[in-house]
């Protein structure tokens, strides 16, 4: 395990160098990386079935590609494009756009009145930091649960926003959906994640 | 003008900074008087920073080691 946090601090043109020497340790530390985002993004644009296999390629062009890896992208943008290009390759041509009018909310109506107001208090968390959070193993869970149970896309977008730290921009072109769809579904994703560390909360 | 509800439906596009100026306004203004949605954003805020502490991962069973090694080879026979 050593070697590969250690790899975390090289640049990733040294990265990309020991990955075309063929240094073991590399290959290990960039599958470990980036196999799981890619296989989001996959998942998110063909679903379940052909996820796998898009990913396998992905990284098969990937790597045979690196040589001309130009650096112009970061390394993580330019794999979920490769990824994201071939499961759209993989779908071929179908409507992107998706249907959001579909009911979805926040929050639940019974939780306002007539006009809007909330009804009860919300209540304060009594684990308040992210720290304290982190400390509680079935809190973990909890979460674990929720993100694994997120329509794909929503967790897409979620791990890119806001865990891989990737521009809006970068996520609406690699999954070819318009900036307002993200933004919903990341809203719908945060909103989910909220409602089970709430419910944690209460029980 | 600004209600709990839409406050719940554009907590992030608010945290995003991605509200236009008008809605930004009137949903500061319903942040000034309502503690509920303030406390509502200041968790929402948090289970961002508690997702991307813990990080969640794509369940799959891939052996990334054998891939690690297989895409290894590969990349020999490319050079
Ligand atoms: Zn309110």
Redesign the interface.
């Known amino acids: 395990m050593k070697k590969v946090a250690s790899l975390n601090q090289l640049d990733e043109k040294a990265l990309i160098d020991k990955?075309?020497e063929?240094d073991?340790a590399a290959?290990?530390f960039?599958?470990?990386r980036y196999?799981?985002?890619m296989?989001?993004v996959a998942?998110a644009i063909i679903g379940e079935a052909f996820a796998?296999e898009v990913?396998?390629d992905a990284?098969?062009s990937a790597?045979?590609a690196?040589?001309r890896f130009e650096g112009r992208a970061s390394l993580k943008t330019w794999l979920l494009q490769i990824t994201s290009n071939g499961a759209k390759t993989r779908l071929r041509r179908e409507s992107r756009q998706l249907s959001l009018d579909d009911g979805w909310?926040?929050?639940p109506d019974y939780k306002?009145d007539q006009?809007?107001?909330?009804i009860d208090?919300?209540l304060?968390?009594n684990i308040?930091t992210?720290?304290a959070?982190?400390e509680n193993e079935q809190l973990?869970q909890v979460?674990?649960t929720t993100?694994?149970k997120l329509p794909p896309q929503q967790?897409a977008v979620?791990?890119m926003a806001?865990?891989e730290g990737l521009e809006?921009k970068e996520i609406c072109n690699i999954l070819d959906i318009s900036a307002s769809n993200a933004?919903v579904l990341?809203?719908r994703a945060?909103?989910a994640?909220?409602h089970s560390?709430?419910k944690y909360q209460e029980s | 003008m600004f209600?709990?509800?839409?406050v719940?439906?554009e907590?992030?596009?608010y945290l995003?900074g991605?509200l236009p100026l008008g809605k930004r306004v009137g949903l500061f203004l319903h942040l000034v008087y309502?503690s509920?949605?303030r406390?509502?954003l200041q968790?929402?805020r948090?289970?961002?920073?508690?997702?991307?502490?813990?990080?969640?991962?794509?369940?799959?069973d891939?052996d990334?080691?054998a891939?690690?090694?297989k895409?290894?080879m590969?990349?020999?026979t490319?050079?």
């Open positions: 990955l075309i063929g073991a290959f290990e960039v599958v470990d196999h799981s985002i296989l989001s998942r796998d990913v396998q990284w098969v790597i045979k690196l040589p909310q926040a929050e306002f006009r809007g107001h909330r208090d919300v304060p968390w308040d992210p720290d959070l982190l973990r979460i674990e993100y694994q967790r979620l791990t806001d865990m809006m933004r990341l809203h945060r909103t994640l909220h560390i709430e | 209600e709990c509800k839409d719940a439906e907590a992030s596009n995003d991605d309502c509920c949605c406390r509502y968790q929402i948090q289970t961002i920073s508690t997702v991307n502490i813990l990080r969640p991962q794509e369940q799959h891939t990334t080691q891939l690690a090694e895409l290894r590969l990349s020999k490319e050079s």
